[in-house]
């Protein structure tokens, strides 16, 4: 069975400050891995896709990386501004066990970023 | 482009109640997927329709929970009766089709507090 850990539960930093947010697996036979972000009280918004046979995406301060082989990706968020503040959600297809579009995700990392 | 919609937003039930939920994927989406997120934790895959047929229900408490998906399109998610424990945010899902590729829009969600 595929599970999903996400590392820290939660994360305060100070505006500007680069982070990263962790993501681990335990069964390396996934189609994708994506990231969403989740507002309080608001569904879900993907933010980056990467598929099994590449190894990183970006879009705009956000960099996503996916190392399969050891069941990671990490998410890069550069000059993190307030408006970044929200729970973000990692979430992977696939496994043994899943169908290729199935999505098992992680708890979330919540991340507040302040003034 | 119009977006997933869910209705209702909220609803607030006595245990062994039943309730409805509605969901309206996006134009043209034949694959449809039904979440639980209870607080804390990450969305739980409940079901997933290709079209009106079912693809994966195997999270589907299925002596409680009943989903279909008439036509192919709108979708309901009944809970009869429903336990404390039922208490969650129900997140509908759209895609293109099934397969990783294919990326997974969300709806608002439905908040369900069961008392």
């Known amino acids: 069975k595929q599970e999903v850990t996400q590392i820290p539960a939660a994360l305060s930093v100070p505006e500007g400050e680069n982070l990263v947010l962790n993501c681990s697996f335990t069964?390396?036979?996934?189609?994708?891995l994506q990231w969403f972000r989740q507002d309080p009280g608001k569904g879900l918004t993907s933010l980056l896709l990467?598929?099994?046979?590449?190894r990183e995406q970006t879009s705009g301060r956000l960099n996503a990386s996916l190392d399969k082989s050891s069941g990671r990706s990490t998410l890069y968020i550069a000059a993190s501004q307030p408006g970044d503040s929200a729970t973000y959600l990692c979430?992977?297809?696939?496994?043994?066990?899943?169908?290729?579009?199935?999505?098992?995700f992680g708890t979330g990392t919540r991340l507040q970023v302040t003034l | 482009e119009a977006g997933v919609a869910q209705s209702p937003r909220y609803k607030i039930i006595e245990k062994r109640q039943s309730v409805a939920f509605w969901c309206n994927p996006i134009?043209?989406?034949?694959?449809l997927y039904w979440y639980q997120q209870i607080l804390g934790q990450g969305p739980k895959l409940l079901i997933q329709?290709?079209?009106?047929?079912?693809?994966?229900d195997s999270q589907l408490p299925k002596d409680r929970f009943s989903a279909e998906r008439l036509k192919g399109v709108d979708s309901t998610l009944k809970i009869q009766p429903a336990k404390l424990e039922d208490s969650a945010v129900y997140l509908c899902?759209?895609?293109?089709?099934?397969?990783?590729?294919?990326?997974?829009?969300f709806g608002p969600g439905t908040r369900l507090t069961v008392t």
């Open positions: 899902a759209s895609s293109f089709s099934e397969g990783a590729s294919y990326e997974q829009y």
């Open positions: 069964d390396s036979a996934i189609y994708n």
């Open positions: 990467i598929q099994s046979s590449q």
């Open positions: 979430a992977v297809s696939g496994g043994i066990t899943g169908t290729a579009s199935k999505l098992t």
């Open positions: 134009s043209g989406h034949a694959t």
């Open positions: 329709f290709q079209n009106n047929g079912v693809v994966d």
